[in-house]
């Protein structure tokens, strides 16, 4: 199954995005890196599945719905 996860690099989009590629699952991780906490926990969080085959990261931030459906492509 092909999955979105937005706030891919955050607490539980993190979680959620390991559990899914665990599962087999494509995974496209969504997350527009803000400094709203340290931006090391983030990358410390993405560096867990950011090399997977199976997982692909868009830094942007999602505004629009365009955006969101062009991942799924």
Request: charged share 20%.
């Amino acid at each position: 199954m092909k999955v979105i996860v937005t706030g891919a690099a955050g607490f539980i989009g993190s979680a959620l995005a390991l559990r899914l590629l665990e599962r087999g699952d494509i995974v496209i991780g969504i997350d527009n890196h803000n400094d709203y906490y340290d931006p090391a926990i983030k990358q410390a969080r993405l560096n867990r599945h950011y090399n997977h085959t199976n997982y692909t990261q868009t830094e942007k931030q999602l505004k629009m719905l365009s955006l969101l459906t062009s991942q799924i492509v």
